[in-house]
Structure formats: C-alpha cells, structure tokens
T-cell receptor, first 117, second 113 residues
C-alpha cells in the first residue's frame, strides 16, 4: 500500500515571493504522482502529473514539480505567486504495478496556500 | 464538453432523512469514486466502482450506500445511519487501469439540520 505525507498544513506567503509545497510518499512499487488544486467550494483540478520520463514536470498556472526517487518526494514549486494562487493543494500517488488497485489514488491531507498582498 | 456533473450544489435536509446526491459523467470513464471532505481532514474515500453493477467500500462507508446501474451514473445515498452527514461531497472518475489520475466534479455541500 502507498501513503502520502504533505509536510505543511498551511503555508502563508507574500505576493510575488517563491513558494514550495512539500510532498513525500511511501510505496513498495513504482508510482505515478499528481498535484491537484482546490479553490473554495469547488472540485479538484489537476495541476500536473508525473508518469515517467523527465523528473521535472511543468503544469498549469506556472507551477512545476520535481520527482526525486531517492528521497521519495514530489515537491511543488512556483517562482512567483499571485493572490489568485490562494487555494488548497493536494498531492496524490497511485501505483502502476497492476492489479485491482492500478490507478487508484491515495491523497495527502492537503496544504492551504495563502498569498498575502 | 465532457465532464462530471454533481447536483445539487447545495443541499439541506432534516436530521433522520435519507438524501441522494447525483453524479453523472460523459467521459466514458470506467471507474467512479465518492469522497467526503471535512476541514483539515483531506479527502476520505466513501465508495468506489470500477465497473457497472459492482462497487467496493472505501474507508468510511458506514451510513452510506451507492448503486452503479449505468456507466455514466454513480449516485450516493446518505442514510439516517450516518451520524455526522454535514460535509462537502466530491465525485470523481477515471479510466480504470491507467495512471492518468481522476477528473472531479464540482461537489455538493450537504447540510443536515
């Protein structure tokens, strides 16, 4: 079974500053990794995903994440945040090892990013 | 455009009443999921279905029921046995057997008074 830990429940930051939201995972098999964003009273929207290939993944809204297999991490970064980036961010992992759990996501607890003017 | 539709957006019910939340998708996805979201608790899986006429309990299935009679539809019933039903409910779908993640609906906020 896999698990996901988002290391910060809340991250406050000023507008135009860089931000990193941290995510670590645990799995005994190869994984796929995802970041989702949720604005208030809305569903989750996919920001980016790592399936294979380049470990640096670029997503929507200027976000990127880097898969680090040795550290089992998939941290989300943005060099300069905007007020509109204020939202909750979820890291998720799925196994690609086959079987009935193939593709089933396990989510982290979420990180609330608050961007201050 | 393809997507997932959850209805209604807001739902109010009296304690002791059953209530059914709708989830419809036109993405031709095989798998569908129901999550409950409470502040500070992330997403908790209630039920999921990987194929029509089959579904499995998630981590917090007590007090909930589902059906999957059509590929497009996966309604969730919150029964009177659910002790604390007030929450935000999210439906999602995916292509079974692929690692492309989920597509989510916009959610239903249920308030039981």
């Amino acid at each position: 079974a896999q698990s996901v830990t988002q290391l910060d429940s809340q991250v406050p930051v000023f507008e135009e500053a860089p931000v990193e939201l941290r995510c670590n995972y645990s799995s005994s098999v190869s994984v796929y990794l995802f970041w989702y964003v949720q604005y208030p009273n809305q569903g989750l929207q996919l920001l980016l995903k790592y399936l294979s290939g380049s470990t640096l993944v670029k997503g929507i809204n200027g976000f990127e994440a880097e898969f680090n297999k040795s550290q089992t991490s998939f941290h989300l970064r943005k060099p300069s945040v905007h007020i509109s980036d204020t939202a909750e961010y979820f890291c998720a992992v799925s196994t690609n090892a086959g079987g009935t759990s193939y593709g089933k996501l396990t989510f982290g607890q979420g990180t609330i990013l608050t961007v201050h003017p | 455009d393809g997507g997932i539709t959850q209805s209604p957006k807001y739902l109010f019910r009296k304690e002791g009443q059953n209530v059914t939340l709708s989830c419809e998708q036109n993405l031709n996805h095989d798998a569908m999921y129901w999550y409950r979201q409470d502040p500070g608790q992330g997403l908790r899986l209630i039920y999921y279905s990987q194929i029509v006429n089959d579904f499995q309990k998630g981590d917090i299935a007590e007090g909930y029921s589902v059906s999957r009679e059509k590929k497009e539809s996966f309604p969730l019933t919150v029964t009177s046995a659910q002790k604390n039903p007030t929450a935000f409910y999210l439906c999602a779908s995916s292509i079974f057997g692929q690692g492309n993640g989920y597509t989510f609906g916009s959610g239903t906020r249920l308030t039981v008074v």
